[in-house]
């Protein structure tokens, strides 16, 4: 049934952003850099704070393509570094990062509304997400894989003909996974928030 409902949104979007009145559109790349923070998740925490709670760094890049009328559609692929690392003096965990990619819908405020303005945008979609962990003596190394679900929200403006700034706050959770938590024996779970800066081109 779920998968049923994603196949009808997807030919949705796609009969929407081929309707010849609608055709017309940006395509950008935006880098970004940022910060994740308020990370969770039901993995053992062999430091004495939670790491995946503090905040730490973001970098990515995303191609979007987006009808003058709002609807687009977005590829958004990003790396969380030093995710469930603490800053205590006790640290355990010696390297951790967390690599998602993920596919997205995304509806604009109409350029007819924004005109040269700021166009504030929201996003929502699925995608990978992978969590890495190590530990010096490898005691509860983490490696799993999940299915991420995306929502999110921004604004994209121009300062000139093909350059300018992107400004974006995502929340990004797991789904479901195949793997299993070290601490309950549940399916693996994760969340964050995301912050980002980024310059798009045209």
């Given amino acids: 049934m779920r998968v049923s409902r994603l196949l009808a949104a997807a030919a949705v979007a796609g009969a929407v ?8 559109g940006d395509i950008f790349v935006s880098p970004f850099l940022g910060v994740k923070f308020k990370g969770g ?10 790491g995946a709670q503090r905040v730490s760094s973001s970098v990515g890049i995303s191609g979007v393509l987006v009808m003058d009328a709002g609807p687009g559609v977005e590829i958004d692929i990003a790396h969380q570094s030093r995710f469930f690392e603490c800053k ?26 924004t005109r040269e303005s700021l166009r504030p945008y929201a996003v929502a979609g699925l995608g990978w997400m992978h969590a890495a962990a190590n530990d010096p003596i490898g005691f509860n190394p983490v490696n799993n894989d999940y299915l991420g679900l995306t929502l999110g929200v921004g604004a994209v403006g121009f300062l000139t003909d ?18 299993t938590s070290t601490v309950s024996n549940d399916l693996a779970r994760l969340k964050f928030w995301r912050a980002t800066v980024g310059v798009v081109f045209r």
Avoid: H
């Avoid at 640290?91 to 007819?112: D, H, K, Y």
């Fill in 17 to 24: 952003l081929c309707t010849p009145s609608l055709a017309r």
């Fill in 41 to 50: 998740g039901n993995q053992l925490d062999l430091d004495v704070e939670d």
């Fill in 88 to 113: 205590c003096g006790t640290q355990i965990v010696s390297r951790s990062g967390v690599t998602t990619l993920s596919g997205n819908l995304l509806l604009a405020l109409p350029i007819s509304i």
């Fill in 162 to 179: 093909v350059v300018g700034l992107r400004f974006d706050l995502r929340y990004l959770k797991s789904v479901s996974s195949s793997d």
